[in-house]
């Protein structure tokens, strides 16, 4: 087996259960909780990582973690929606 392959389901593997199991469970903690459980930064880094994996992933043809990278960069998206509408309602 290439090991550039092995490497790429194993990074995939672990990116979906991040985007599947991780993030989701942050999403809905935040949502129970009425507020963001994560800083703004950490939101603006995480959804700057997916930008340059996903466009990394693309240039290389590395179909397999590009799928995961996409599922993650939704949810990381979604993750900053609930910033700004928590943070809103938290200034007024």
Do not use: H
């Amino acid at each position: 087996m290439d090991i550039t392959f092995l490497l790429s389901i194993l990074v995939s593997v672990f990116s979906l259960a991040l985007v599947l199991i991780g993030i989701p469970a942050q999403i809905k903690k935040n949502y129970k909780e009425k507020r963001s459980g994560q800083p703004i930064a950490t939101i603006l880094i995480a959804l700057g990582f997916y930008t340059s994996s996903i466009g990394f992933f693309a240039l290389t043809r590395a179909w397999l973690p590009l799928t995961s990278f996409c599922i993650g960069i939704i949810m990381w998206g979604i993750t900053l929606v609930q910033y700004v509408m928590y943070e809103k309602k938290k200034s007024v």
